[in-house]
C-alpha cells in the first residue's frame, strides 16, 4: 500500500522533469546558421519600376520613371492613379508628410545613399 503513493510520485517526478530536459537538447542541436537566419531573416527587394540602385545609392522619382524603358510611349500615365500595373503603383511617386500622413505632393527626383 505503501508503494503505491512512491510510484505515482515517481512519475510525477519525471512527467515534470522531461519538458525541462528538452528544451535544454533543443538549444544544442540548433546550428549557427540556423539561429543566424532566425535572428536576422534574409529579406528580398522588389524593384520598382520607378527605382535605379548603382552600388549603395539609389535614384528614385517621377524623372527617373520616365527615363525607364515602360513608360516611354506615354509618360502621362505616370501622373494617372488608375493606370496599370505595368507604370508601377501610385503611392510609388507620392509624398507623404511625416506627422500627418496625408499627401503633400510627388516625389520628381530623390537620392538615397
Not at 2 to 17: D, Q, S, Y
Not at 62 to 73: L, M
Amino acid at each position: 500500500m505503501k508503494t503505491l503513493p512512491v510510484w505515482i510520485a515517481g512519475i510525477l517526478l519525471f512527467a515534470v522533469n522531461a519538458p525541462a530536459q528538452v528544451t535544454g537538447e533543443e538549444d544544442f542541436l540548433q546550428t549557427e546558421a540556423a539561429r543566424r537566419a532566425r535572428e536576422n531573416p534574409p529579406t528580398l527587394k522588389i524593384p520598382r519600376p520607378n527605382e535605379i540602385t548603382v552600388g549603395n545609392i539609389s535614384y528614385d522619382g517621377i524623372f527617373v520613371q520616365v527615363a525607364g524603358v515602360a513608360v516611354a510611349d506615354n509618360p502621362l500615365q505616370l501622373f494617372n492613379p488608375a493606370a496599370g500595373p505595368q507604370f508601377g503603383a501610385a503611392e510609388d511617386n507620392l509624398v507623404r508628410d511625416p506627422i500627418t500622413g496625408r499627401a503633400s505632393g510627388l516625389k520628381l527626383f530623390s537620392i538615397e545613399f
